[in-house]
């Protein structure tokens, strides 16, 4: 069992940054893909980035690639997602999930954090 919990979203200007926080439990986080996804209002959930569980691959959408980065901190149990300049089509709630493998698809993820709510202003 992993349980998710994320942090830091926020309201910020078009062209800020925010750094999102997914602290994990469970002796098993080491173990696990960790994935950010989104949902902006009335859209579907989507992919925004993954990790592999060594840290050394990682997966971006197009549209965040280049401005995001995700990270994980083995000691921390703990995975991050730096967003740099920011859009205002980058608002959404935003989700961290654990999957047995690095993957773009919803499906493969087990386990779900309750997301964190990013607002960006024009």
């Known amino acids: 069992q992993v349980q998710l919990v994320e942090s830091g979203g926020g309201l910020v200007q078009a062209g800020g940054s925010l750094r999102l926080s997914c602290a994990a439990s469970?002796?098993?986080?080491?173990?696990?893909?960790m994935g950010w996804f989104r949902q902006a209002p009335g859209k579907e959930r989507e992919f925004v980035a993954a990790i592999d569980w060594s840290g050394g691959s990682t997966y971006y959408a197009d549209s965040v690639k280049g401005r995001f980065t995700i990270s994980r901190d083995g000691v921390k149990n703990t995975v991050y997602l730096q967003m740099n300049s920011l859009k205002p089509e980058d608002t959404a709630v935003y989700y961290c999930?654990?999957?047995?493998?690095?993957?773009?698809?919803?499906?493969?993820?087990?386990?779900w954090g309750q997301g964190t709510q990013v607002t960006v202003s024009s």
């Open positions: 999930a654990a999957a047995p493998w690095i993957s773009s698809y919803e499906s493969l993820y087990d386990y």
């Open positions: 469970g002796r098993t986080f080491s173990s696990y893909a």
